[in-house]
């Protein structure tokens, strides 16, 4: 059974930084994806970014590309999302989940995690 727990939300200024983590359990070779979504309240969830976990492959939105960076410990089976230069608009519910790979679209991530809170206000 795949498990996937994020942790690392929080409250945060405009500008600063937060870092989520992703730790993963139960993963077979079918998933090697893990992607970062995001759901603000009123709003559609959308795709932040995406790992491979075999080769590393990033891919992030255009809304936040240069700002956040995804990466990951397989050791530690847990996945990063590093954001930086928060915006208000940046608020929302983080989520991450697992898909086979990282050109999935969102109904093809099977496992998903329970999210955290990113609020971003001064």
């Known amino acids: 059974q795949v498990q996937l727990v994020e942790s690392g939300g929080g409250l945060v200024q405009p500008g600063g930084s937060l870092r989520l983590s992703c730790a993963a359990s139960g993963f077979t070779l079918d998933y090697d994806a893990i992607g970062w979504f995001r759901q603000a309240p009123g709003k559609e969830r959308e795709g932040v970014s995406c790992i491979s976990s075999s080769d590393g492959s990033t891919y992030y939105a255009d809304s936040v590309k240069g700002r956040f960076t995804s990466s990951r410990d397989n050791a530690k089976n847990t996945v990063y999302l590093q954001m930086n230069s928060l915006q208000p608009e940046d608020t929302a519910v983080y989520y991450c989940?697992?898909?086979?790979?990282?050109?999935?679209?969102?109904?093809?991530?099977?496992?998903w995690g329970q999210g955290t809170q990113v609020t971003v206000s001064s």
């Open positions: 989940a697992a898909a086979p790979t990282c050109i999935a679209t969102m109904p093809q991530y099977d496992y």
